[in-house]
Structures are given as C-alpha cells and as structure tokens.
C-alpha cells in the first residue's frame, strides 16, 4: 500500500492557476490528451516528442506536467509534448495510464541538444502560508541540489564525505514533513491518501494522526 499526497488534478482549481500564472503570466494550463507513441519510453519525453515530430512534423513544446498536494503545493515536473494543428498531444506513457495531463507550456524551457536526455528539474510552489510546506519545499531543493552533482545512475553511487552527512540528515526530516503535510491533502470524508477507496477518517487518517502532532 503507498500512501501518496500526490494526486494529478481533475480540474484547474483557482490555487493552480494562480502559482502557474507566477511561473508563466501570460498562458494557461490545459488538459492535453495522452497518445502514447509505440515505442515511446515513461521519463524520456524528450525523445518521445523528438522521435515523433522528425516522423510527423509538428515541433516540441516543453513546459511542466502539474500536479497537486490538494491545499499544500503544486507540484511542476519539466516535461515535453507535441504540437501539431495548433493541438498539443503529450506522446509520453504515463505511469497510472491517464488519459489527459494537465500541462503548463514554459517558452523559458529549452533543452539539450546535444543531450536531449538530460533530466528536467522539478518545482513546487507553496498553496497557502505553511511554515511545514515551505520547510519541505527547501529540503527537497538542497536533497535536488546535492544528487544534481552525481553522475546520472546514481542508485549505483556512493556519496560520500560531507554530502553524504548532509543528505542524511536532510532526508530525516522528510518523513515527519510529509505525513503532516499529507494530512492536510485530505478532509476526513474525502478519499484516503492510500487509494484504497475507503474514507480517510475510515482508513488511514488515525494512524498517521497517531504518529505524532498534526
Ligand atoms: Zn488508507
């Protein structure tokens, strides 16, 4: 069972709008239906829209796939689709086989050339004044700040010397701040954080209260 406060918005609330107006003033998020080219690989969005303009013409758009701590923070993954008609089609696999990613076109993206593969950095924004989010949002940023020196398999690497202190202490405040954090993704009737379907006061919600102060 994972537990996530991650979930990929069904609409764009006037939170999401109002963080993706500060990144791109001038142009909405939309809806962009997913049509997975054969072939096409998860994380190499890149490529895949590469891959799919050289055979059918159109031109990649990067920008950022949205999504949403429902009351906590939007969460911005770099991400590249296809324009072709005047319509944007995202050419990637997704991981829950959605059907639409809601999508924020960035003309300040490029990428690599020469590396097209490169990883794209993420960003979150903060929803509303929280002392906890804003915490979270810096650990994440210095945890994204010390892997980025690391060769790409990083899995197979070993950090070592001061690096290697500061991320694990880093990564021991993460698990306090999410379940705080991922509490207030959900009022008690809604949906538990676990997708088992059940209510969250019926679920998960007293365990994780149980673990600590909220
Ligand atoms: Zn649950």
């Known amino acids: 069972m994972k537990i996530s406060p991650t979930i990929e918005p ?3 609330t006037s939170g999401i709008l109002r963080v993706c107006r500060e990144l791109v003033p001038n142009a909405p998020p939309v809806f962009v239906p ?3 080219e054969p072939g096409a690989l998860p994380n190499k969005c890149i490529l895949n829209a590469l891959e ?3 055979r059918d013409g159109g031109e990649v758009v990067m920008g950022w796939k949205v999504y949403l701590w429902p009351r906590v923070l939007v969460h911005l993954i770099g ?3 296809v324009l072709r008609d005047g319509a944007m089609t995202c ?3 997704s991981k829950n086989s959605e059907k639409r990613v809601l999508f924020l076109a ?3 993206l490029s990428f690599d050339d020469d590396d097209p593969d490169a990883r794209l950095g993420g960003k979150m924004i903060p929803l509303r004044d929280d002392a906890d989010a804003d915490r979270f949002i810096e650990v994440d940023e210095e945890i994204n700040s010390i892997k980025v020196k690391l060769p790409r398999t990083s899995g197979q690497v070993m950090v070592t010397g001061p690096d290697a202190v500061r991320l694990a202490s880093l990564r021991k405040e993460l698990p306090e701040l999410i379940r705080r ?3 207030r993704t959900k009022k008690p009737n809604e949906v538990c954080v676990c997708d088992s379907g059940r209510k969250f006061r019926k679920c998960c919600r007293d365990a994780m209260l149980r673990t600590g102060p909220y």
Request: proline share 14%.
């Open 10 to 12: 069904d609409r764009i």
């Open 34 to 36: 997913v049509e997975p």
């Open 52 to 54: 799919t303009t050289r």
């Open 79 to 81: 991400h590249a689709v």
């Open 91 to 93: 050419v990637t696999p």
């Open 106 to 108: 960035d003309p300040s």
């Open 181 to 183: 954090l991922t509490l």
